[in-house]
């Protein structure tokens, strides 16, 4: 079981990112899929989930309209676009598995994978 993330890296304030997380193992195929964030000395932060099925997507207050979730099913992969970014979205972001997109928006977590950095300079 196995949550494997990947595309963290440093872009410049407007720029863009994408972060990708592959899920391998148990019985991903049925779980909601999402990524997590945590800024040095803050909590950890729901940023975007997406369904099963790659259908219905939430996302964080903070991210709306300029992040963008989506999922290949076959290969049970997520994407993080991120567009338009800000040094506040600088942090360790985390793919997560949980039962229901709601249950990864309130930090309902059931699975963790490794975190990736993503940095945003001015």
């Known amino acids: 079981v196995q949550l494997q993330a990947s595309g963290g890296g440093t872009v410049q304030a407007g720029g863009s990112l994408r972060l990708i997380c592959a899920a391998s193992?148990?019985?991903?195929?049925?779980?909601?899929l999402g990524w997590l964030r945590q800024a040095p000395g803050q909590d950890r932060v729901f940023v975007a989930a997406?369904?099963?099925?790659?259908?219905?997507?939430t996302y964080g207050d903070s991210v709306k309209g300029r992040f963008s979730i989506s999922k290949d099913t076959a290969k049970n992969t997520i994407y993080l676009q991120m567009n338009s970014m800000t040094t506040e979205d600088t942090a360790v972001y985390y793919c997560?598995?949980?039962?229901?997109?709601?249950?990864?928006?309130?930090?309902?977590?059931?699975?963790w994978g490794q975190g990736t950095l993503v940095t945003v300079s001015s």
């Open positions: 193992g148990g019985t991903f195929s049925n779980y909601a």
């Open positions: 997560a598995a949980g039962l229901s997109v709601e249950r990864l928006g309130e930090g309902l977590v059931g699975f």
């Open positions: 997406i369904d099963w099925n790659g259908v219905r997507a």
